[in-house]
């Protein structure tokens, strides 16, 4: 089944074009520049999977009702041996070469519209009909994302991958099928220089690496 352009509907909150922008625009304005740990819900394992002496750099992205008190994403430290990484790398980030694994962390609310999860559904996507999985459409909550090879996850990256499935959906939505050109890491990579170049323009972050707008001398996640 192909994805028609109402198939964003789908895909789980504020998920029009402006749902996108604006997205960007709070990642960019909430992120924690100094990488710090952040606890998720009461009820979640992130804070018995994760520790300050953790080697590995992920990034931890909050659902709805978390992005009420805490930044929508932060880097974090991860052990070698968190159970994000026993987790498959979805559909699309496996055909551009760049292996990013999601662990939900267990988030609790009454409301499931709480637990909505944009940026987890898109990067589950399927790269057929691009509707994402069933279980990754709605009520996902926070999750943690890092590198299935174990290296350091750049919030960039994280945000480069996110809104490359985003361009892919939105081909979908023009009804011309699976666009399939852009299953490679080369396309990827061409589309990657010229979304940093954009970003330059109107993100003047300094902070280095861990800062989500500094894009001055971003690497390209394929070649970390």
């Known amino acids: 089944m192909v994805a028609s352009s109402s198939s964003k509907a789908r895909l789980g909150a504020d998920n029009t074009s402006a749902g996108y922008a604006c997205g960007v625009s709070r990642l960019a304005s909430f992120h924690d520049e100094a990488g710090e740990l952040v606890p998720g819900s009461a009820a979640s394992p992130l804070t018995t999977a994760q520790s300050a002496s953790g080697s590995i750099q992920a990034v931890i992205v909050r659902c709805e009702v978390e992005k009420r008190k805490f930044p929508p ?9 968190h159970p994000v990484f026993s987790r498959p790398v979805p559909d699309v980030p496996r055909l551009i070469e760049v292996p990013v694994v999601l662990y939900r962390v267990g988030t609790q609310s009454s409301n499931q519209a709480d637990l909505n999860n944009q940026i987890a559904t898109y990067l589950n996507i399927d790269a057929d009909s691009g509707f994402a999985l069933p279980e990754w459409q709605s009520h996902v909550g926070t999750i943690v994302i890092a590198r299935k090879d174990r290296k350091s996850l ?4 994280l945000e480069g991958v996110w809104m490359y499935c985003d361009r892919i959906l939105d081909l979908f939505g023009e009804g011309e099928g699976a666009p399939r050109i852009l299953y490679s ?3 990827f990579e061409d589309w990657w220089m010229g979304y940093c170049e954009e970003q330059k323009q109107f993100r003047p972050g300094k902070g280095g690496e861990e800062d989500v707008d500094d894009w001055r001398a971003v690497r390209s996640p394929c070649v970390v």
């Open 154 to 157: 750049l919030p960039q990256h």
């Open 185 to 187: 890491r080369k396309a």
């Open 73 to 81: 994403w932060s880097t974090i430290r991860i052990t070698e041996d």
